[in-house]
T-cell receptor, first 114, second 112 residues
Framework: DGGITQSPKYLFRKEGQNVTLSCEQNLNHDAMYWYRQDPGQGLRLIYYSQIVNDFQKGDIAEGYSVSREKKESFPLTVTSAQKNPTAFYLC?????????????FGQGTRLTVV | SQQGEEDPQALSIQEGENATMNCSYKTSINNLQWYRQNSGRGLVHLILIRSNEREKHSGRLRVTLDTSKKSSSLLITASRAADTASYFCATDYRAGSYQLTFGKGTKLSVIP
């Protein structure tokens, strides 16, 4: 099955810890994205990558880091510098070779600080 | 910053009625997309309308785009309980990138 897979579905983090959220796609898409969603809110862009070994900050990149070593993978690390990390995190991908087309989303990771 | 604003924030209708949601945006766009999100799940793409199109249909969905007013509407006809979800508009107004900017969404409840 082609698609985009996020893991884990639920993640609990102690204060001061770094945690990494996984995102893998087998759609052969060039572009990948990480969004954060808070209750009753829209999606805010954290980071995006249009090509392997390159990524750009989105609107709320502070306290987060990413890597794009492989086309299929775009992991997000939530660092201890992120003061309010409890949220729903969504990864997405799109073909990225021409004008914007539809984005395909994973099922999300719900991160809770305990 | 959030480019799109959906209206209303919440909408409750009876099964069989039509549901209309609106989206306003601020700057020029290449296209506008609508997505659906079931509670606690990822987003699913519904329809894309390009800036040179005025209306588009897909099954029970009808989307209009008015670039002079910087607004779009999503109409769901003959709604079903399974249409209960949040609906988001997204625009790609940032030149040279493939970023989508999402609004806060309209929460639709369809009562059986």
């Amino acid at each position: 099955d082609g698609g985009i897979t996020q893991s884990p579905k639920y993640l609990f983090r102690k204060e001061g810890q770094n945690v990494t959220l996984s995102c893998e796609q087998n759609l052969n898409h060039d572009a990948m994205y990480w969004y954060r969603q808070d209750p009753g809110q829209g999606l805010r862009l954290i980071y995006y990558s249009q090509i392997v070994n390159d990524f750009q900050k989105g609107d709320i990149a502070e306290g987060y880091s990413v890597s794009r070593e492989k086309k299929e993978s775009f992991p997000l690390t939530v660092t201890s510098a992120q003061k309010n990390p409890t949220a729903f995190y969504l990864c997405a991908s799109s073909p990225g070779r021409s004008r914007t087309t539809e984005a395909f989303f994973g099922q999300g990771t719900r991160l809770t600080v305990v | 910053s959030q480019q799109g604003e959906e209206d209303p924030q919440a909408l409750s209708i009876q099964e069989g009625e039509n549901a209309t949601m609106n989206c306003s945006y601020k700057t020029s766009i290449n296209n506008l997309q609508w997505y659906r999100q079931n509670s606690g799940r990822g987003l699913v793409h519904l329809i894309l309308i390009r800036s040179n199109e005025r209306e588009k249909h897909s099954g029970r969905l009808r989307v209009t785009l008015d670039t002079s007013k910087k607004s779009s509407s999503l109409l769901i006809t003959a709604s079903r309980a399974a249409d209960t979800a949040s609906y988001f508009c997204a625009t790609d107004y940032r030149a040279g990138s493939y970023q989508l900017t999402f609004g806060k969404g309209t929460k639709l409840s369809v009562i059986p």
